[in-house]
C-alpha cells in the first residue's frame, strides 16, 4: 500500500516550520471591520507563530493604486505570500478556526 | 400636494446613431442605466461606444471597469469600430481597469464589503476627471462571492455613490431566464432599462434594441434593429409614420419625355414614391434607368438597390438600349448596392439602406427589385421593411422608385401590397396582337396631378424607351392591344 501523500500545497508548509510567515493585509482606512481584521489576525500569530510572523498592513485610503496593482476588491483582503503558494482570503476573519484552516495552520507543527 | 414639477431630465448623448433619437437625447445625465442582453448581443461595444463618443465628441471622460475581459482584449474587440482606446488613455480621456475576481482563490472568512472596488473606482474617475462610467458586467460579481446578502447590499451602496458623484454610468447584465438579468439586477438600476437581443430567424441574424423603461422620460418603445459595422453601432429608429412629410409641388423629370406628358406636367413629385409592377421582361429596370439617368445628368445623386443583378450586368443591359450609366458610376454620382436578399436578415438590409442614404444623401433611390426581399423574410416583414424605408426617405424629402415583379394572374395587385403608400403606379404588363408580344404601360394613379389614363405601348430601342398612346379605337383587351404606331401622340 502507497504511503498516503500529504495534499497539494502543504507539503511546503509542513517544512515551513520554524520560519517566518509572511502576510498582507489589505484594510480601507480605520473602519470597525478594518480594525478588527488586523487584531483578529495578530491575535491568531501570536497565539500560533509567536515571533515568526510578518504582517504587512496596507490602507487603501492611503495608497489606493495598489488596489489596482494588486487587484484588490473586496475589504478586508488577507493575503498569505509564505509560505506559497499564495492564497487569498477575504472577510474580517473573526472566526479563528476557520481562518486557520483555510490558511493551512497546523496549529501542531506551526 | 403642490409637488413642484421637475424641469426636463437632463441627458446625456451616447453619440450612438439612432439610439440618442430613441432616448429622445441620450442616457439619464448622472444616473445608472441598465444594458442587459444575452451574450454576444453588443452590450460591451455599445458600451465602449458610449465613452469614446463622450470622451472624442462631447468632452467628457470615462472610465471603463472591466470583469470579463482585460484591457487588452477589450482594446482588440473595439478596434474593430474603429477606436483607439490606448490613444484615449494616453491623452487622458479613458481609464480601462480590469477588475478581476475569481472565485476559485478567494475564501470568505467573515463580514466583508467592496471598499476595494470603490476605491478603484474613486481612482480611476479622478484620474481624469470622469463624467461616464461603464461596469461590464456586474453580473461577474455575482460569480466571484457567495454571500448574496452583502453583494446586494454593496451594489445598491455602489448605484448610489456613483448617483451622487453625478456620473453618468451603463452597467451591463447577462440576461436571465426568468429575469431581464442573471441576478435581478434591474431591481437596482430604476432609471433606464436597456434591452438587447441577438435572434437567428431561419438562418438570418438580426439585433435588437429596446428601452424597456426610462423613468421620467417619453421614449420609443419599439424594437429598433440595430447594426454593428466597421463604423461603430448605428439603431434605427423606426420612423414616426406620422403623416407629416412636406408635400413637394416640385417634378422630377422621368427621363422618359412622353412618360412625362403623361404625368401632366413633367414628371414624378420630388419626394414622392413611384411603384412600377409588372410581369418579368416588361422593362421595370429600364423605366428605373431613365430615372436614374435623368437624375445624374441634372448633377443629382442616384442610389440604386439592385437585389437581382450585378452592377456589370446592370450597366451593361442599360447600355444596350442607350442609357450610359457607367459614366455616372465613375462621376460618384450613381451609385449601386448589389446585395443578395437572403444574405441577412431584412432589419439588417433596412439598417444599412437607412445608413447608405444618411451617408450619400441621394435625391432618388431605386429597389430592383422589392418582390426579391420576401425570399429573406415573410411577406408581412418585407411590407413593414417597405414602409419604414418609404417613410424615411419621405422625411428626407428623397424620391423613391420601387420596381415590384407581378404575376400575370396578380397585375393589379402586388405581393407586399405596397401599392397603398406608392404616390405613382405604374403598371408594365405584356399583351399579344396580330402574333406579336408587346409591352403596355399605364399610369393606375398619380396623387396630386392629371394623368394620362390611355394605354401606351412601350417601346424599348437602343436610344432608351419611348410610348405611343395605343389607338382608342383598337380593342384594348389584354389581347389585342395594337398601338397606333408613330402617330400623333394624342392623350
Given at each position: 500500500?502507497?504511503?498516503?501523500?500529504?495534499?497539494?500545497?502543504?507539503?511546503?508548509?509542513?517544512?515551513?516550520?520554524?520560519?517566518?510567515?509572511?502576510f498582507?493585509?489589505?484594510?480601507?482606512?480605520?473602519?470597525?471591520?478594518?480594525?478588527?481584521?488586523?487584531?483578529?489576525?495578530?491575535?491568531?500569530?501570536?497565539?500560533?507563530?509567536?515571533?515568526?510572523?510578518?504582517?504587512?498592513?496596507?490602507?487603501?485610503?492611503?495608497?489606493?493604486?495598489?488596489a489596482?496593482?494588486?487587484?484588490?476588491v473586496?475589504?478586508?483582503?488577507l493575503?498569505?505570500?509564505?509560505?506559497?503558494?499564495?492564497?487569498?482570503?477575504?472577510?474580517?476573519?473573526?472566526?479563528?478556526?476557520?481562518?486557520?484552516?483555510?490558511?493551512?495552520?497546523?496549529?501542531?507543527?506551526? | 400636494?403642490?409637488?413642484?414639477?421637475?424641469?426636463?431630465?437632463?441627458?446625456?448623448?451616447?453619440?450612438?446613431?439612432g439610439?440618442?433619437?430613441v432616448?429622445?437625447?441620450?442616457?439619464?445625465?448622472?444616473?445608472?442605466?441598465?444594458?442587459?442582453?444575452?451574450?454576444?448581443?453588443?452590450?460591451?461595444?455599445?458600451?465602449?461606444?458610449?465613452?469614446?463618443?463622450?470622451?472624442?465628441?462631447?468632452?467628457?471622460?470615462?472610465?471603463?471597469?472591466?470583469?470579463e475581459?482585460?484591457?487588452?482584449?477589450?482594446?482588440?474587440?473595439?478596434?474593430?469600430?474603429?477606436?483607439?482606446?490606448?490613444?484615449?488613455?494616453?491623452?487622458?480621456?479613458?481609464?480601462?481597469?480590469?477588475?478581476?475576481?475569481?472565485?476559485?482563490?478567494?475564501?470568505?472568512?467573515?463580514?466583508?464589503?467592496?471598499?476595494?472596488?470603490?476605491?478603484?473606482?474613486?481612482?480611476?474617475?479622478?484620474?481624469?476627471?470622469?463624467?461616464?462610467?461603464?461596469?461590464?458586467?456586474?453580473?461577474?460579481?455575482?460569480?466571484?462571492?457567495?454571500?448574496?446578502?452583502?453583494?446586494?447590499?454593496?451594489l445598491?451602496?455602489?448605484?448610489?455613490?456613483?448617483?451622487?458623484?453625478?456620473?453618468?454610468?451603463?452597467?451591463?447584465?447577462?440576461?436571465?431566464?426568468?429575469?431581464?438579468?442573471?441576478?435581478?439586477?434591474?431591481?437596482?438600476?430604476?432609471?433606464?432599462?436597456?434591452?438587447?437581443?441577438?435572434?437567428?430567424?431561419?438562418?438570418?441574424?438580426?439585433?435588437?434594441?429596446?428601452?424597456?423603461?426610462?423613468?421620467?422620460?417619453?421614449?420609443?418603445?419599439?424594437?429598433?434593429p440595430?447594426?454593428?459595422?466597421?463604423?461603430?453601432?448605428?439603431?434605427?429608429?423606426?420612423?414616426?409614420?406620422?403623416?407629416?412629410?412636406?408635400?413637394?409641388?416640385?417634378?422630377?423629370?422621368?427621363?422618359?419625355?412622353?412618360?412625362?406628358?403623361?404625368?401632366?406636367?413633367?414628371?414624378?413629385?420630388?419626394?414622392?414614391?413611384?411603384?412600377?409592377?409588372?410581369?418579368?421582361?416588361?422593362?421595370?429596370?429600364?423605366?428605373?434607368?431613365?430615372?436614374?439617368?435623368?437624375?445624374?445628368?441634372?448633377?443629382?445623386?442616384?442610389?440604386?438597390?439592385?437585389?437581382?443583378?450585378?452592377?456589370?450586368?446592370?450597366?451593361?443591359?442599360?447600355?444596350?438600349?442607350?442609357?450610359?450609366?457607367?459614366?455616372?458610376?465613375?462621376?460618384?454620382?450613381?451609385?449601386?448596392?448589389?446585395?443578395?436578399?437572403?444574405?441577412?436578415?431584412?432589419?439588417?438590409?433596412?439598417?444599412?439602406?437607412?445608413?447608405?442614404?444618411?451617408?450619400l444623401?441621394?435625391?432618388?433611390?431605386?429597389?430592383?427589385?422589392?418582390?426579391?426581399?420576401?425570399?429573406?423574410?415573410?411577406?408581412?416583414?418585407?411590407?413593414?421593411?417597405?414602409?419604414?424605408?418609404?417613410?424615411?426617405?419621405?422625411s428626407?424629402?428623397?424620391?423613391?422608385?420601387?420596381t415590384?415583379?407581378?404575376?400575370?394572374?396578380?397585375?393589379?395587385?402586388?405581393?407586399?401590397?405596397?401599392?397603398?403608400?406608392?404616390?405613382?403606379?405604374?403598371?408594365?404588363?405584356?399583351?399579344?396582337?396580330?402574333?406579336?408580344?408587346?409591352?403596355?404601360?399605364?399610369?393606375?394613379?398619380s396623387?396630386?396631378?392629371?394623368?394620362?389614363?390611355?394605354l401606351?405601348?412601350?417601346?424599348?430601342?437602343?436610344?432608351?424607351?419611348?410610348?405611343?398612346?395605343?389607338?382608342?379605337?383598337?380593342?384594348?383587351?389584354?389581347?389585342?392591344?395594337?398601338?397606333?404606331?408613330?402617330?400623333?401622340?394624342?392623350?
Open positions: 500500500m502507497k504511503k498516503p501523500r500529504p495534499a497539494a500545497g502543504t507539503a511546503s508548509i509542513e517544512s515551513w516550520q520554524g520560519r517566518t510567515w509572511d498582507t493585509l489589505y484594510i480601507a482606512g480605520q473602519t470597525p471591520r478594518s480594525v478588527a481584521a488586523v487584531e483578529n489576525l495578530e491575535n491568531l500569530c501570536r497565539r500560533h507563530m509567536a515571533g515568526r510572523f510578518r504582517i504587512e498592513v496596507i490602507d487603501l485610503v492611503l495608497q489606493p493604486e495598489l489596482r496593482t494588486d487587484q484588490i473586496a475589504i478586508p483582503t493575503v498569505r505570500k509564505r509560505p506559497l503558494p499564495v492564497r487569498r482570503v477575504i472577510g474580517d476573519l473573526s472566526d479563528t478556526e476557520r481562518v486557520l484552516r483555510s490558511l493551512d495552520i497546523n496549529v501542531r507543527s506551526a | 400636494m403642490n409637488a413642484i414639477r421637475p424641469g426636463p431630465l437632463p441627458k446625456t448623448p451616447t453619440g450612438i446613431e439610439l440618442d433619437e432616448t429622445g437625447g441620450g442616457l439619464p445625465t448622472g444616473r445608472p442605466t441598465l444594458i442587459c442582453g444575452s451574450a454576444g448581443c453588443g452590450k460591451t461595444l455599445l458600451s465602449a461606444s458610449f465613452l469614446v463618443n463622450g470622451a472624442a465628441r462631447y468632452g467628457e471622460p470615462g472610465v471603463f471597469i472591466t470583469f475581459e482585460t484591457a487588452d482584449e477589450l482594446g482588440r474587440n473595439v478596434a474593430s469600430l474603429g477606436y483607439d482606446l490606448d490613444a484615449l488613455q494616453a491623452r487622458k480621456l479613458l481609464v480601462v481597469d480590469h477588475v478581476h475576481v475569481d472565485r476559485s482563490d478567494i475564501e470568505e472568512l467573515g463580514a466583508f464589503d467592496l471598499d476595494g472596488l470603490f476605491i478603484r473606482l474613486k481612482l480611476a474617475i479622478d484620474s481624469v476627471g470622469a463624467k461616464r462610467i461603464v461596469i461590464d458586467t456586474l453580473e461577474s460579481l455575482f460569480q466571484g462571492f457567495d454571500d448574496q446578502a452583502t453583494l446586494r447590499a454593496e445598491r451602496r455602489l448605484l448610489r455613490w456613483l448617483k451622487d458623484r453625478g456620473i453618468t454610468a451603463i452597467v451591463t447584465g447577462e440576461r436571465g431566464d426568468r429575469s431581464l438579468t442573471r441576478n435581478g439586477i434591474e431591481e437596482y438600476v430604476s432609471d433606464c432599462v436597456i434591452l438587447l437581443d441577438h435572434r437567428v430567424n431561419g438562418h438570418v441574424s438580426t439585433r435588437h434594441l429596446r428601452v424597456v423603461k426610462y423613468r421620467g422620460s417619453a421614449h420609443g418603445t419599439n424594437e429598433y440595430f447594426l454593428i459595422d466597421e463604423d461603430g453601432i448605428t439603431v434605427m429608429p423606426i420612423t414616426s409614420a406620422a403623416l407629416e412629410h412636406r408635400a413637394s409641388e416640385e417634378r422630377l423629370p422621368t427621363g422618359i419625355p412622353a412618360l412625362d406628358g403623361m404625368l401632366r406636367g413633367g414628371g414624378y413629385f420630388r419626394g414622392s414614391t413611384i411603384l412600377v409592377s409588372g410581369t418579368a421582361g416588361t422593362g421595370k429596370s429600364s423605366v428605373a434607368a431613365h430615372l436614374a439617368m435623368s437624375t445624374c445628368e441634372r448633377g443629382e445623386r442616384c442610389l440604386f438597390f439592385a437585389f437581382e443583378e450585378s452592377e456589370a450586368q446592370y450597366l451593361r443591359n442599360m447600355r444596350s438600349i442607350g442609357l450610359h450609366l457607367a459614366p455616372h458610376v465613375e462621376s460618384g454620382l450613381m451609385r449601386f448596392r448589389a446585395v443578395r436578399p437572403t444574405l441577412q436578415g431584412l432589419e439588417m438590409h433596412l439598417v444599412q439602406m437607412q445608413k447608405l442614404v444618411r451617408d444623401e441621394p435625391a432618388v433611390v431605386i429597389v430592383d427589385p422589392i418582390s426579391n426581399l420576401v425570399s429573406a423574410g415573410s411577406a408581412e416583414d418585407a411590407r413593414s421593411l417597405m414602409t419604414r424605408l418609404i417613410d424615411f426617405l419621405k428626407r424629402g428623397t424620391t423613391a422608385m420601387l415590384n415583379l407581378s404575376t400575370p394572374h396578380g397585375l393589379e395587385e402586388t405581393d407586399l401590397n405596397v401599392s397603398s403608400i406608392a404616390d405613382t403606379w405604374l403598371l408594365l404588363r405584356d399583351v399579344e396582337s396580330d402574333g406579336e408580344r408587346r409591352r403596355i404601360l399605364f399610369v393606375l394613379k396623387r396630386g396631378m392629371a394623368h394620362s389614363n390611355r401606351h405601348e412601350f417601346l424599348i430601342t437602343d436610344r432608351g424607351v419611348d410610348l405611343v398612346p395605343v389607338e382608342a379605337s383598337a380593342a384594348v383587351a389584354e389581347t389585342t392591344a395594337r398601338p397606333a404606331r408613330r402617330q400623333d401622340a394624342r392623350r
